[in-house]
Nanobody, 117 residues
Framework: VQLVESGGGLVQAGGSLRLSCAAS????????LSWFRQAPGKAREGVAC????????YYVDSVKGRFTISSDNAKNTVYLQMSNLKPEDTAVYYC???????????WGQGTQVTVSS
């Protein structure tokens, strides 16, 4: 089982990035797929979540209207489209897959997003 993130990088404020998280070893059915982030000196926080089974999405208030989470079931990949990025969005972004009916809980290795002012 593996989650591999990609798409991070350095972008100016107001710019956009799309993060990808490719899963192997399991399928997304009955999983909650989430993106978390952790800035230096701060706790990890949940940013966005999508329930694979019915497509419901959830966002932390600070990213509503700017970030969009989606999944491509054929590619077993979850995405985070980030727009109008702000310096406070700078963090390591982690992909997470949690089985809604059990204890399986998988994390990616993280990808750095840096937003310059």
């Amino acid at each position: 089982v593996q989650l591999v993130e990609s798409g991070g990088g350095l972008v100016q404020a107001g710019g956009s990035l799309r993060l990808s998280c490719a899963a192997s070893g399991f399928t997304f059915d009955d999983y909650a797929l989430s993106w978390f982030r952790q800035a230096p000196g701060k706790a990890r926080e949940g940013v966005a979540c999508i329930l694979r089974r019915d497509g419901r999405t959830y966002y932390v208030d600070s990213v509503k209207g700017r970030f969009t989470i989606s999944s491509d079931n054929a590619k077993n990949t979850v995405y985070l489209q980030m727009s109008n990025l702000k310096p406070e969005d700078t963090a390591v972004y982690y992909c997470n897959a949690k089985f809604v009916y059990g204890i399986q809980d998988y994390w990616g290795q993280g990808t750095q997003v840096t937003v310059s002012s």
